[in-house]
């Protein structure tokens, strides 16, 4: 039994569902809101740090998104995810610790956020938030275009787990058309993006937000 429990908003979610569908894990989910004032008991008994995702398999339970997906690729077969070229494989824990440390806040929980997400619920967006994450997004944007540039990561090779990890925060952020722009400025990146999009994962995991 494979479940992952997550929720359905979440781009760490769709972080991992991306991984279980490109390697053609069958899987169920479970929806665990972890916003909710306290987190459910049963997401707290899976992390107790209430976050998701969670990978249930055979007994085995793993939390935090990285791991997940390491674990992901590693015991189910289909095409391997980590590059075996060193470089490569370098560039592309790089692209993750960038996406998770400098990526996600501007550009997941500033720009989309404000811009998209909040007005979707009837919210007003704090242009205060949305003014620092565009500023803080391009320098984001500039360091991914160096590295899609130079090709041993983000420029359409074979796929990895790079592409997975960024590509729901790119998803989120070019939602927004001053994200949308930010982006199309870094051709090479916007390249990148365009193909990811078109993906299936891409589309099957789509929440309509």
Known sequence: MIRLTGYRYSIYTRIARLALIEKGVAHDLAEADPFADPPPAALLALNPFGRVPVLQHDGFTL???????????????????????????????QVIGIADAHGYWPLVRQVYAHLVFRPFEGLA?????VAAGLATAGPVLDALEAIAAEALQLAGGPLSLA???????????????????LLAARPVLALWWQQMAHRPSMIATRTGR
């Open 63 to 93: 939390y935090e998104t990285a791991a997940i997906l390491r674990y992901v690729d590693a015991a189910f077969p289909g095409p391997a995810l980590v590059p075996a070229d060193p470089r490569a494989a370098a560039r592309m824990a």
């Open 125 to 129: 967006p704090d242009p205060a938030e």
């Open 163 to 181: 592409d997975l990890h960024l590509a729901p925060m790119i998803a989120a952020f070019a939602s927004a058309p001053e994200g949308a722009a």
